[in-house]
């Protein structure tokens, strides 16, 4: 955990390499866009050999209702150093058809409670006091945030609020609790067919923290057969990163990323590793229809 603070700034919000894939959690707009339901879990342990170093798991199942709506539930448990946060989200999206070419607008929310707890007990530290901080147990906090999402059969463009109230949180610089700040999340890509059985999709998330810097990851993948995504992502002055995806059938998707840190955190961490696997409820007749990949 001492070596935690050599990142630079706090890291607040759980952060993820395959946020093509995790869209729902990054921006409620995107509920229901699938066209289907689906349902999807990703695991993240970041900073492997680092005591204290996050760890997050997420659980997400959205569906279409109707022609212009959508519903989700949004499950995320974040662990760094002392402190643990469980935040459980419902989301919903309204859509606007806005051109003659089908470009649909889709304005979300997000509505739910987050269980906060810190325990001083684990750890170690570099203010040895620390230790006699009141421990925190499963504290609930609301949780309210919104996000437009613009997405065109090929392309995407989305901006974000997670979370409109600057609750408690931990924060690792100054190992101790201290407010929340704002977040403002940007996520756009593209898919490119550069023939019948290659596209090449790149894609950007910029994360920005109130008072802090911005945080910008670039990736770009190849879709080969609609079957096997290799690619790589680049967080700028923190890691790069290469991805690997495989469509098992029209129904399941698995994917991996592993990261390597180019910061000061280097010499103390072998990488990061992220998994997720999507199952989607999606028929023959669907899929031939409106295929989608982002």
């Not at 229901?32 to 695991?43: D, F, K, N, P, T």
């Not at 756009?188 to 910029?206: A, Q």
């Not at 495989?246 to 992220?274: C, K, M, T, W």
Request: glycine share 10%; net charge negative; proline share 4%.
């Amino acid at each position: 955990m001492l070596v935690l603070s050599l990142s630079g700034y706090g890291q607040q919000d759980p952060q993820f390499t395959q946020y093509n894939y995790n869209t729902m959690t990054v921006n409620p707009g995107y509920t229901g866009s699938r066209g289907h339901l689906a349902i999807l879990s990703l695991y993240r342990s970041q900073w492997v050999g680092i005591d204290g170093a996050p760890k997050t798991i997420t659980f997400g199942i959205d569906s279409p209702v109707g022609k212009f709506d959508g519903l989700g539930l949004s499950i995320v448990q974040d662990e760094l150093g002392p402190s643990e946060e469980t935040y459980i989200d419902g989301n919903y999206a309204h859509t606007l058809i806005v051109n003659r070419k089908g470009d649909r607008l889709a304005l979300g929310i997000k509505a739910g409670v987050r269980f906060f707890s810190l325990d001083w007990s684990k750890g170690l530290f570099r203010d040895p006091e620390a230790i006699f901080n009141e421990n925190v147990n499963s504290r609930l906090l609301p949780t309210i945030g919104a996000g437009l999402f613009y997405y065109t059969k090929r392309g995407y463009l989305g901006l974000s609020v997670p979370n409109f109230f600057t609750n408690e949180h931990y924060d690792e610089i100054q190992e101790s609790e201290s407010l929340e700040r704002m977040h403002f999340f940007l996520i756009g890509g593209y898919v490119f067919n550069l023939n019948p059985d290659l596209k090449f999709k790149p894609s950007f998330y910029v994360k920005h923290v109130l008072g802090a810097p911005v945080a910008v990851d670039v990736s770009a993948s190849f879709l080969m057969h609609e079957t096997l995504t290799l690619g790589a992502n680049y967080r700028w002055d923190d890691s790069v990163s290469a991805l690997l995806g495989f469509q098992v059938s029209p129904r399941i998707n698995i994917g991996y990323a592993y990261d390597y840190s180019i910061n000061d955190l280097n010499s103390y961490n072998s990488g990061s590793h992220e998994v997720f696997l999507r199952f989607q409820l999606i028929s023959r007749e669907t899929r031939l229809k409106s295929p989608r990949f982002f």
